[in-house]
């Protein structure tokens, strides 16, 4: 849709500033309150509301209540503003250090907020990142009907994507918040889903699934060790002919080959660097799949226990 003279100058306005563009971004790694947002861009909440409230006019972010509390996240949809919006992240140097820091820092203030027992959705709302992200998990041939699934993710599309399939899913938790959050959501959807800790699913039915999703690693600080732990939980909720999908964002992939020594700038570096960590965890790579949308850009990691054949691993 074209717009006037008018609307697109004001538009234009809304992201001709650093902080707003920092906002934007940072909006884009899901919703937030405006608490985590001025912490992570370490500046006050009154600062913070007004830049997301130009934002907002614009159409380039949209404003949620879930309770007393408001978030803000990207537009979503195919309409102009969410368009530009995505077409702003794709010109965003994602290895900006000051950008890296921001996301950091929202992190952390979003796990402190899940700590606190703060309310939230649970899952991000529905967009087109997560609809390409489901297409292209949901697409290989010749995986059998009925899985039993285990699944920590933050796009709820792919939760819809593997319904049909699923004899019985599991949504995981990081944290006793986290689960009655995941909780509330599963309610609200009338979505028919357990939500269990990782740890108690561990411990009580180990090695019993046939699939297990885990996505949403983001460039948050210690992204080595997360990786190493989802490889690893992964393996240890496995069936053994079972198949496991990890996510990983792009730029978190490249801090985990700087911290290896290992030169981003030769091409086979961040593969090769996932395939010997599935390897140390037991997995054996099937293969990476690029999936790039929105301007977010990650790889999907497919594997199988080590102990199964080579014709078996190559039938998902």
Not at 188 to 211: G, H, I, K, P, Y
């Amino acid at each position: 849709m074209k717009l006037s003279i008018e609307n697109l100058a004001s538009r234009l306005r809304a992201v001709a500033d650093e902080r707003r563009l920092r906002l934007l971004r940072l909006c884009a790694d899901g919703p937030a309150s405006v608490s985590a947002l001025a912490a992570a861009c370490a500046d006050s909440e009154p600062n913070v509301s007004r830049q997301l409230k130009q934002l907002a006019t614009a159409g380039l972010v949209q404003r949620m209540r879930q309770g007393q509390y408001v978030e803000y996240a990207l537009s979503t949809g195919e309409g102009s503003a969410a368009y530009m919006a995505r077409w702003l992240l794709t010109q965003i140097d994602a290895g900006d250090a000051a950008l890296q820091d921001a996301r950091r820092a929202l992190q952390q203030a979003r796990d402190a907020e899940i700590a606190r027992g703060v309310p939230g959705r649970g899952l991000l709302p529905p967009s087109r990142f997560g609809r390409t992200l489901a297409a292209t998990l949901a697409a290989p041939a010749g995986s059998p009907a009925a899985l039993r699934v285990a699944l920590r993710i933050r796009h709820p599309e792919l939760l819809t994507a593997l319904a049909a399939r699923a004899s019985e899913i599991v949504v995981l938790a990081a944290s006793a918040a986290e689960r009655a959050q995941l909780r509330r959501w599963a309610a609200e959807q009338s979505c028919a889903v357990q939500v269990e800790l990782a740890a108690t699913l561990l411990a009580r039915a180990a090695q019993c699934w046939d699939l297990v999703v885990l996505e949403g690693m983001s460039a948050r600080g210690g992204a080595l060790a997360a990786l190493e732990a989802d490889f690893a939980l992964a393996r240890g909720l496995l069936a053994p002919q079972g198949r496991a999908w990890v996510s990983v964002d792009y730029d978190a992939l490249e801090s985990v080959v700087a911290a290896a020594g290992v030169p981003v700038s030769v091409p086979p570096a961040p593969p090769q660097r996932l395939r010997g960590l599935m390897l140390a965890a037991g997995l054996e790579c099937q293969d990476l799949i690029p999936v790039e949308s929105a301007g977010r850009h990650v790889l999907v990691a497919r594997s199988a226990p080590l102990r199964v054949s080579a014709p078996l691993a190559r039938s998902a």
